[in-house]
T-cell receptor, first 115, second 113 residues
Framework: KAGVTQTPRYLIKTRGQQVTLSCSPI?????VSWYQQTPGQGLQFLFE???????NKGNFPGRFSGRQFSNSRSEMNVSTLELGDSALYLC??????????????FGPGTRLLVL | GENVEQHPSTLSVQEGDSAVIKCTYS??????FPWYKQELGKGPQLIID?????GEKKDQRIAVTLNKTAKHFSLHITETQPEDSAVYFC????????????FGIGTKLQVIP
């Protein structure tokens, strides 16, 4: 099976712009989670989607949003970018419910730099 | 919610020596504890996991131990090799319903040849 893919791999944006990141999970996986990774903060949970519904959400402002399509592919959007949004954004997929002990499979991430 | 603390944040060992990374968790209902390895430019990859009904699990040079009473778990890497150099994350989850996976802050391991 192909692994989790994320596009684009790198992005440079300026403050105030918005950005959309894409994630394609492993075939057959219905749960997609998004994480923000920054030095010193580790992996911070953004949200999780299952069957096109947001099932769980982390403590991020409303500028961070996401959605999932019927084929389980997911996108996340960040509006009104701030310098502090510069980070590696990771997507992870699992069959149904990572919160119940299923392994998560991570993509390579999208590196976002906000200038 | 769950809180996972991980230490040390950096660890340097000589090739062939052992490395130990420790994590503590706060939610006594958590029952699944995976460890991930992240190499430069890649996403984290699961290397070993343990569930709360098991005290220890081994896979070749790596092992994980779990102490439910003290709410801590550890990763042990023996006979370290340069390719073990990476960032390691512990995580905890599984306290019921649709819980998020909570990660530790990560440990950067450097194996010196």
């Amino acid at each position: 099976k192909a692994g989790v893919t994320q596009t684009p791999r790198y992005l440079i944006k300026t403050r105030g712009q918005q950005v959309t990141l894409s994630c394609s999970p492993i075939s057959g996986h219905r749960s997609v989670s998004w994480y923000q990774q920054t030095p010193g903060q580790g992996l911070q949970f953004l949200f999780e989607y299952f069957s096109e519904t947001q099932r769980n959400k982390g403590n991020f402002p409303g500028r961070f949003s996401g959605r999932q399509f019927s084929n389980s592919r997911s996108e996340m959007n960040v509006s009104t970018l701030e310098l502090g949004d510069s980070a590696l954004y990771l997507c992870a997929s699992s069959p149904n419910n990572p919160g119940q002990g299923e392994t998560q499979y991570f993509g390579p991430g999208t590196r976002l730099l906000v200038l | 919610g769950e809180n996972v603390e991980q230490h040390p944040s950096t660890l340097s060992v000589q090739e062939g020596d052992s490395a130990v990374i420790k994590c503590t968790y706060s939610d006594s209902a958590s029952n699944y504890f995976p460890w991930y390895k992240q190499e430069l430019g890649k996403g984290p990859q699961l290397i070993i996991d343990i569930r709360s009904n098991v005290g220890e699990k081994k896979d070749q040079r790596i092992a994980v131990t779990l102490n439910k009473t003290a709410k801590h778990f550890s990763l042990h890497i023996t006979e370290t090799q340069p390719e073990d150099s990476a960032v390691y994350f512990c995580a905890a989850t599984g306290s019921g319903g649709y819980q998020k996976v909570t990660f530790g802050i990560g440990t950067k391991l450097q194996v010196i040849p």
